[in-house]
């Protein structure tokens, strides 16, 4: 009996001892899978985090140039705000591509205001009227020849201005620098555009720096399209980035711009000239009634009731024809 008590006894030790060593293995196996998963997930943080800043440096660059092209931008606006006042006299000279002085437009001014009014008195013996006649002359038909020229020169601009962008991206696809393909616009482009990359070229060999030239270059053409061009090469200059792939962007442009203007143009032609009769046929009238039966018509011009119907029908046609202008004007 004690011999059969002593060997279950040592049995049971023996199953105790083998399940303790089992759990005890089993424990440390797992608490070692737990501290290499530990060491894992570090790892992987680590990593995580180094892809992170990886991604995030390389990203960097982007977003400095991003912010440099959105500084360019908001400089270039609040020098255009700051800017936007009425041209002077000598502004308009330059825009009209006229080489003459302020003091000889105001000489040409005061020679048209003596003729005008010398012509009117003349005519009406009346010394108001040729007053206000030469007021309106001396002021007016200068101002209004210098926006003719100024409109016929900007014309003849555009008609040249993305053939001569084209010839930018060409020479700076094949490695010529910008300075070198704005020399030859220079040289071979016909005026105005050559004249006027002449002198951007000019004020550049005297030491002007490219914006503060082609800011002067805006100044004398003061066009949308120029001012793009503008726009394009300052922020390339500030920020860097593919010269030829912006200016070609910009040539294509300006030619769907002067494409919608023609389309317009045309689409705008048959109300024009609607207007164009419609403004034209009182003062037809009068001549033609004045031509043929003068005494009918005499009364507008030698009584006083006549007079002012006769100013109240010119204002009424004045509004008239600037309210159809203002109707027939379209921005593109």
């Given at each position: ?227 793009f061009f503008y726009i394009v090469l300052s922020i390339q200059q500030k920020a860097g980035g593919n010269l030829s792939e912006a200016l070609g962007n910009l040539s294509a442009v300006l030619r769907d711009r002067k494409r919608l203007q023609g389309k317009i143009k045309a689409l ?61 004007s379209f921005k593109y």
């Open positions: 009996m004690d011999g059969n008590t002593t060997t279950m006894a040592v049995i049971l030790l023996a199953v105790f001892a083998a399940c303790a060593g089992f759990f005890a293995l089993s424990g440390a196996k797992s608490g070692s899978e737990r501290k290499a998963a530990k060491r894992v997930t570090a790892l992987a943080g680590r990593s995580a985090a180094g892809r992170g800043r990886g991604q995030a440096s390389a990203a960097d660059p982007a977003d400095k140039r991003r912010k440099q092209v959105a500084d360019s931008l908001k400089a270039i606006e609040r020098k255009a705000a700051q800017q936007k006042a009425r041209p002077t006299i000598k502004q308009r000279l330059e825009q009209a591509g006229l080489s003459a002085t302020v003091s000889s437009f105001w000489l040409a001014s005061l020679g048209v205001a003596v003729v005008v009014g010398l012509l009117t008195f003349l005519k009406v013996m009346n010394i108001w009227i040729a007053l206000g006649a030469a007021f309106a002359a001396g002021l007016g038909l200068p101002r209004w020849v210098l926006n003719f020229l100024k409109n016929r020169r900007q014309k003849k601009f555009l008609n040249e201005f993305a053939n001569s962008i084209d010839v930018i991206v060409r020479g700076v696809k094949s490695g010529l620098p910008l300075n070198d393909c704005l020399k030859m616009i220079g040289q071979e482009a016909p005026d105005p555009v050559g004249g006027e990359f002449r002198q951007i070229v000019e004020n550049q060999r005297v030491g002007l720096p490219l914006e503060d030239c082609l800011k002067r270059f805006v100044d004398r053409i003061p066009l949308a399209e120029v001012n705008s032609s048959e109300a024009k000239s609607s207007a164009a009769i419609i403004g034209a046929l009182p003062v037809v009238m009068m001549v033609l009634v004045y031509l043929t039966t003068p005494n009918y018509i005499s009364a507008l011009f030698t009584e006083r009731l006549g007079n002012i119907m006769l100013a109240g029908c010119v204002a009424w046609m004045t509004i008239g024809v600037l309210v159809m202008k203002k109707m027939i």
